[in-house]
């Protein structure tokens, strides 16, 4: 599998293994192995997914070594602020047995116990994460949910290098997209398949068709060919299988504009990074 050079001169396998919603540790660890097993060498998790103890132990059953895995990980809502800050990234340490992260992300800009401050925070928050960066206990710092006006309003020694977003052919802020690519940010893609609630458009069903590919192959390649990440989440060894499959065909490019076609106003699933109830 390719991989894209973060601002770092990190690189990051360009599709990443998916977790949100495995919640069941046993479950957790199985899909992780599997998908350790098949190939994936990203794995994409957050403190708030609750399966960062089930990750480590898949990263560690798997015998590959840590080297040969990019590890994400997220700071919760829970925690912002320079302590606080690391205090909750050496406990995300601990469950996931290793001493570092490849790329360590703000996980929302605003949540609603701190949405009063948040900005200070951030930057608080975000001077913490570059201080764990010098120490070379992440190699790559992002935020995730961040628009153009949060990136904006925080002041960073090291530039922000990915901003993770929701991202599929229902929903795409070509804004934040076109602002972050220009600023030399990677964008990252969560529920890149519209959380399997857009596999049954027609339109994608014919072009699925066209292609003897399945639609969530076309929605994966659809974000790779927008030079995107995808982070595509399964528990099915199946589909695990399916979403790594996607390197034998291309979307012509017509195909991408009818792909952007399919662009709603209400097309968002996850919630507003301005407005998240958390
Ligand atoms: P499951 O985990 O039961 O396999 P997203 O990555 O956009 O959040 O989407 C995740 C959802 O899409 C999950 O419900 C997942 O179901 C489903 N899914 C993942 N891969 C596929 C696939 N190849 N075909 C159909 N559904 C899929």
């Known amino acids: 599998m390719k991989q894209i050079k973060l601002r770092e001169n990190v690189f990051i396998p360009e599709i990443g293994f998916g977790t949100w919603k495995l919640e069941d540790q046993e479950l957790a660890k199985n899909s992780v192995l599997f998908a350790l097993q098949l190939g994936y060498r990203h794995i994409d998790t957050a403190m708030s997914y609750g399966n960062e103890e089930a990750i480590g132990q898949a990263i560690k059953e798997s015998g590959i070594?840590?080297?040969?895995?990019?590890?994400?990980?997220?700071?919760?809502?829970?925690?912002?602020?320079?302590?606080?800050?690391?205090?909750?990234?050496?406990?995300?340490?601990?469950?996931?047995?290793?001493?570092?992260?490849?790329?360590?992300?703000?996980?929302?800009?605003?949540?609603?116990?701190?949405?009063?401050?948040?900005?200070?925070?951030?930057?608080?928050?975000?001077?913490?994460?570059?201080?764990?960066?010098?120490?070379?206990?992440?190699?790559?710092?992002?935020?995730?949910?961040?628009?153009?006006?949060?990136?904006?309003e925080l002041s960073t020694q090291v530039p922000v290098s990915v901003n993770q977003i929701e991202f599929h052919p229902y929903f795409t802020?070509?804004?934040?997209?076109?602002?972050?690519?220009?600023?030399?940010?990677?964008?990252?893609?969560?529920?890149?398949?519209?959380?399997?609630?857009?596999?049954?458009?027609?339109?994608?069903?014919?072009?699925?068709?066209?292609?003897?590919?399945?639609?969530?192959?076309?929605?994966?390649?659809?974000?790779?060919?927008?030079?995107?990440?995808?982070?595509?989440k399964s528990q099915t060894t199946k589909r695990i299988q399916e979403n790594l499959n996607v390197f034998d065909f291309e979307i012509s490019e017509e195909d991408i504009q009818i792909l952007k076609s399919l662009n709603k106003d209400d097309g968002k699933i996850g919630s507003h990074p301005d407005y998240a109830d958390f």
């Open 65 to 152: 070594p840590r080297s040969e895995i990019f590890l994400t990980t997220k700071l919760s809502n829970d925690f912002r602020g320079r302590d606080a800050t690391f205090r909750a990234f050496e406990q995300s340490l601990q469950r996931l047995q290793t001493d570092y992260v490849d790329l360590f992300l703000i996980h929302w800009p605003s949540p609603k116990k701190y949405r009063d401050h948040y900005k200070e925070l951030n930057n608080e928050t975000y001077k913490a994460m570059e201080e764990l960066y010098f120490l070379g206990k992440i190699k790559a710092l992002g935020v995730s949910n961040f628009l153009i006006h949060h990136l904006e």
């Open 173 to 232: 802020d070509w804004e934040t997209i076109e602002y972050c690519q220009k600023h030399n940010m990677t964008i990252e893609a969560y529920s890149p398949l519209g959380r399997g609630q857009i596999l049954k458009d027609p339109v994608i069903i014919k072009m699925a068709e066209k292609y003897q590919k399945s639609t969530a192959q076309i929605c994966i390649k659809y974000a790779l060919q927008n030079n995107i990440v995808p982070l595509p």
